[in-house]
């Protein structure tokens, strides 16, 4: 059984750093490809970013430049350093994961991942 179990949300103020991770049973990290998706009160979940299982990345317009994905193969974690937080980035932050390749135009697609995790909220004040 396939379970992702995100930790490292909070609360911090504008400029702030946080950094998620994700903790994956039953799967490992090197197989899949991993995304993390955010969802804002009243608001369309959207990507954040992705890392596909060649190693592929993609960030979201929204966090280029301050948000970065990596995948640590032997502690089997999949993890969003998030820099320079502004106020629109509260959210609840969630990982997902899919056995298959994605290619470079689907890693940012939530319908091409088929397991989540049950969240992180992260909110950020100005």
């Known amino acids: 059984q396939v379970q992702l179990v995100e930790s490292g949300g909070g609360s911090v103020q504008s400029g702030g750093s946080l950094r998620l991770s994700c903790a994956p049973s039953?799967?490992?990290?090197?197989?899949?490809?991993w995304g993390w998706f955010r969802r804002a009160p009243g608001k369309e979940r959207e990507a954040v970013a992705a890392?596909?299982?060649?190693?592929?990345?993609r960030n979201a317009d929204a966090v280029k430049g301050r948000f970065t994905v990596s995948r640590d193969i032997a502690k089997n974690r999949f993890y969003l350093q998030m820099n320079s937080l502004k106020p629109e980035d509260t959210a609840m932050y969630y990982c997902?994961?899919?056995?298959?390749?994605?290619?470079?135009?689907?890693?940012?697609?939530?319908?091409?991942?088929?397991?989540w995790g049950q969240g992180t909220q992260v909110t950020v004040s100005s």
């Open positions: 890392v596909n299982r060649d190693g592929t990345l």
């Open positions: 997902a994961t899919t056995a298959t390749v994605l290619s470079r135009w689907t890693l940012l697609s939530p319908s091409a991942y088929n397991y």
């Open positions: 039953g799967i490992t990290i090197s197989g899949n490809s």
